[in-house]
């Protein structure tokens, strides 16, 4: 993180430096010079706004060094094909509730990965939890029936990932994918754990109807 604000500001005062001398250059009439220094800028600025991107970033991004736990979530059926979630979220205070309707339910994220040249910077892998989503087991259903998506966290001002996502070329250094858990079944009373590690979320059965639930997935 403090690599990224040290390359912004040195990114930010090279554009400076090349915007006086590009001007100065116009001043005494020197195009040639004028124009490698507007291209100098040019380039500057290109590098110091996707610092500042990655930077932003960092900021609404969880850090992922190993494997960490994400939290639990557990499913009260309130209806046919339909629970109440109880998300608990590993650092936070305060649960959150939402409906899932359908049979399975899933677990989005946005992961951050680096490559060259950006792993030159020691920059860990970061993540950002994005969505939670039931399905039906059938397809007919799924088709025909209400289906239900969460968003799990606010949008990030200048979000790398986003950008990386959309303009991959742009932003050579970066890798930008999800992560997601694949689809489990739902049952009253399964509690399951999220872990989050370097290829995306994993979610597994903690008690003995998550795993009844499993084992009796797709019979």
């Known amino acids: ?7 912004s500001t040195v990114f930010t005062l090279l554009t400076l430096y090349f915007i006086f001398s590009m001007i ?9 010079r ?13 590098a110091g706004g996707a610092s500042v991107m990655l930077a932003f970033s960092y900021f609404g991004y969880f850090q992922l060094v190993d494997e960490q736990l994400v939290g639990r979530i557990k ?14 979220l590993d650092g936070e205070q305060h649960d959150r509730m939402f409906e899932l309707q359908g049979d399975e339910w899933q677990m989005d994220a946005r992961v951050i990965t680096w490559k060259p040249p950006m792993t030159m910077l020691g920059l860990d892998p970061i993540y950002q939890l994005d969505r939670l989503s039931g399905r039906y087991f059938e397809v007919e259903e799924e088709l025909s029936k209400t289906r239900s998506v969460h968003a799990l966290s606010e949008p990030v001002p200048l979000d790398a990932w986003r950008f990386a996502h959309k303009y991959p070329r742009l932003l050579p250094g970066v890798d930008a994918h999800y ?7 739902m049952a009253h009373g399964a ?3 999220v872990t989050m590690t370097r290829t995306g979320l994993i979610a597994r059965p903690i008690n003995d109807a998550a795993r009844e639930a499993v084992g009796d997935w797709g019979q």
């Open 1 to 7: 993180m403090n690599l990224l604000l040290i390359a």
């Open 24 to 32: 100065r250059y116009a001043r005494r009439r020197r195009p040639v």
């Open 34 to 46: 004028a124009t490698r220094s507007l291209a100098g800028g040019a380039a500057s600025a290109c």
């Open 75 to 88: 499913f009260t059926e309130s209806a046919p094909e339909q629970y109440v979630a109880r998300l608990m």
């Open 179 to 185: 992560g997601t858990a694949t689809y489990l079944p």
């Open 191 to 193: 509690v399951f754990e």
